[in-house]
């Protein structure tokens, strides 16, 4: 009987600590620094299986920037702070902090509030407003208990001191970039001119932010040190982008309602998309998120009004469901011409078309996030065993191979055909221990498909293979194996046994 409560209690668990223990135990990700007690939070490290499947996402995001003709940067980190100062982040990048009377502990007041109430949006409210909701949610210090009672802003860049003489002085001279953007706007007239100034020009970058975070929370969600994926799309005339792939979107507009199941093309004759450059950008998304494989669903665009940037002519968050929460992964931003504009307001050297300074749409998303809730999404677990339903294009290994027993004769049939294979690196193998708990261990990775050897397979050169979904089985020939590892990326397990099982 405390066997079968057991079970019942590990089935309720929370999904989160679900998730936490299997990346600690397989090391997908884990706290930076762990082995000393005090280290600092909001920052964390990828551990081999973590980095494969963040690899892969990356992989289908440069298969995205292949497909829309972009050409790709990596941008330094460091930016001086003449840089910041333009583009107003030394001035208004900061965020609200409500101070604990007892203890003097910080927190990020909007996202204390969101907590409380996730539909509405509580940025840019006077420190009076911030107070007056905090007692009527009755929020209190988390660690001591104590009254929050006192607003501060806090700036959340991470000023440098670089070179020898910035340290004779008491200012910084330089930042860690808070956006990743900001290197692409600094390198677009070279590339502009390098690529035979050519309209629209498509910028990308994947690198690191960072963000001086009050209180880092939600593990991979928000971070101090975080990657952005980051496209920027240059343009005088949205007229000259190409036609996008119409289809069906989610659009929540508060303002007016909330939409279901839209196509992109409507959307945009409706005007709830008000522009050519928004319809396409979206529909890059989409895709992109598509072939993830989250679910069409759990996706969602929301339309942003009074909480959008003053510069921007149109804004959408593009999120994703969390339980009965929605966690924003990606940012759609026509930035019009704000960006360049301000840098040749003070001083830079900036690219024209003609008399026109080109205007700007941005897609930024939080490549931490996407990963955080990819897992978090294909995370399944029951009384036996705990799996991610990850797309063979997304999981760190391909197929998973094993010999039934630990016998001389099978563990070298195993590595002959393992060593043989042209996906040899993309094969988790494990030539010992019980079959069931090598099952489990690559269910438990993500790994899509495992391959049994068995005695028969010496006689015959047939093995088995198991779905780790459904964990139904069925034999094919040895020889059909890189073919079959080929073929399961895109296809159903149903459509492998049609294809592929020994009769």
Partial sequence: MENENQKSKDIKENKDDVLSKVALSRGMFFPSSEIFGENLSG????????????????????NTLYEINAVEISGSVILPRKVLQASGHEDNFFDVAVIC????????????????????????LSDDDYLSWIKV??????????????????????????????HDGNEVNAYLRPEACQSIFLDFKRLFTLYGKRMPFIIAQVGKAFRNEISPRNSLIRQR?????????????????????????????????????????????????????????????????????FARSDIRLRKLYEDKAFYSKESFDVEVKKDSEWVELIACNYRSNYDLSVYKKYGGDIAQVGDKIPEIFEISAGTDRIFYMLLYNDLRYDSERR?????????????????????????????????????????????????????????????????????????????????????????????????????????????????????
């Fill in 137 to 166: 949610y009755n929020i209190k210090c988390q660690k001591c208990g104590g009254n929050l009672t006192k607003i501060k802003k806090f700036g959340s860049m991470f000023g440098l001191e670089v070179g020898v003489q910035a």
């Fill in 225 to 293: 040190e975080f990657f952005q994926n980051d496209i920027e799309m240059f343009f005088v005339d949205d007229s000259s982008f190409p036609e996008f792939k119409d289809t069906k979107v989610t659009i929540y507009d508060k303002a007016n309602s909330n939409i279901s199941e839209i196509m992109i093309s409507e959307a945009l004759n409706k005007k709830i998309i008000e522009n050519k450059i928004t319809a396409y950008a979206v529909s890059v998304v989409s895709d992109f998120l598509n072939r993830l494989g």
């Fill in 43 to 62: 920052l964390w490290d990828y551990g081999p299986l973590g980095l494969k499947i963040f690899s892969n996402i990356l992989s289908e995001w440069r």
């Fill in 387 to 503: 799996w991610f339903v990850l797309n063979g294009h997304i999981a760190p290994f391909k197929a998973a191979v094993f010999p039934l027993l630990s016998k001389d004769e099978l563990v070298k049939f195993v590595n002959e055909h393992v060593s043989g294979s042209r996906y040899k690196k993309e094969l988790y193998l494990l030539v010992s221990g019980n079959i069931g708990k090598m099952y489990r261990k690559a269910d438990e990775i993500g790994v899509p498909i495992a391959i049994t050897v068995d005695y028969q397979s010496l006689k015959d050169g047939t093995v088995t293979l198991r779905d780790r979904d459904s964990m139904e089985q069925f034999r094919f020939n040895v020889k059909d194996m890189d073919n079959l590892i080929e073929f399961s990326a895109d296809n159903s397990f149903k459509r492998l046994r049609e294809k592929f099982e020994a009769h």
């Fill in 101 to 124: 009377e007892k203890c003097g502990s910080a927190y990020r007041v909007d996202k204390l509030l969101e907590e409380k109430e996730p539909s509405r949006n509580y940025e840019g």
